[in-house]
């Protein structure tokens, strides 16, 4: 974690050493690019490299060792993807899930629209806005897209963002 703090935009790793420095004046990535720096480290610098502890890179003892522990992935992979993602709850409309100024639909949702007074659980994906997935009163989750399909793929805060210039 400490290369992070390199990086322009760094919070630190507490108030005293931001001091009156301006994370957001200064940021040059976008998240996508920082998942990405993220990830390269990990996989590259971080595996490779000595490990303090272990004497040797962790990929050498991964390697070592990845037979003898069965690897369990999880049965639903998308449901547990969604286990992180953030959620509010909304009402279903006839018009479909209103979710910060943005509408969304599935063909899935019609047979439910009316039929609830409950509102459903949206989990959304802070880095891709073009869907969000919705809970049944059934339980099951359907994905739901824009109902403009005109609209480009955004980030919440770009969302955010354009809602707030068109104001």
């Given at each position: 974690?400490?290369?992070?703090?390199?990086?322009?935009?760094?919070?630190?790793?507490?108030?005293?050493?931001?001091?009156?420095?301006?994370?957001?004046?200064?940021?040059?990535?976008?998240?996508?690019?920082?998942?990405?720096?993220?990830?390269?480290?990990?996989?590259?610098?971080?595996?490779?490299?000595?490990?303090?502890?272990?004497?040797?890179?962790?990929?050498?003892?991964?390697q070592e060792?990845?037979?003898?522990?069965p690897?369990?992935?999880?049965?639903?992979?998308?449901?547990?993807?969604?286990?992180?993602?953030?959620?509010?709850?909304?009402?279903?409309?006839?018009?479909?899930?209103?979710?910060?100024?943005?509408?969304?639909?599935?063909?899935?949702?019609?047979?439910?629209?009316?039929?609830?007074?409950?509102?459903?659980?949206?989990?959304?994906?802070?880095?891709?806005?073009?869907?969000?997935?919705?809970?049944r009163?059934?339980?099951?989750?359907?994905?739901?897209?824009?109902?403009?399909?005109?609209?480009?793929q955004?980030?919440?805060?770009?969302?955010?963002?354009?809602?707030?210039?068109?104001?």
């Amino acid at each position: 974690m400490g290369r992070l703090h390199l990086l322009p935009g760094t919070t630190f790793s507490n108030e005293q050493d931001l001091g009156d420095y301006d994370p957001k004046r200064h940021a040059a990535l976008t998240l996508r690019e920082l998942e990405q720096y993220i990830a390269l480290d990990i996989v590259g610098a971080y595996h490779q490299s000595i490990h303090s502890t272990l004497s040797r890179p962790p990929l050498a003892v991964w390697q070592e060792h990845e037979g003898e522990i069965p690897l369990r992935l999880p049965e639903d992979r998308l449901r547990f993807w969604l286990t992180f993602l953030p959620e509010q709850e909304r009402t279903l409309r006839p018009t479909g899930i209103h979710l910060f100024g943005l509408r969304y639909w599935s063909a899935a949702l019609s047979a439910d629209v009316g039929r609830t007074k409950r509102r459903l659980l949206v989990k959304y994906d802070l880095r891709d806005m073009s869907r969000v997935f919705v809970r049944r009163p059934s339980g099951n989750f359907v994905e739901a897209r824009y109902a403009d399909l005109t609209l480009p793929q955004v980030t919440l805060h770009e969302a955010v963002t354009a809602r707030r210039a068109l104001k």
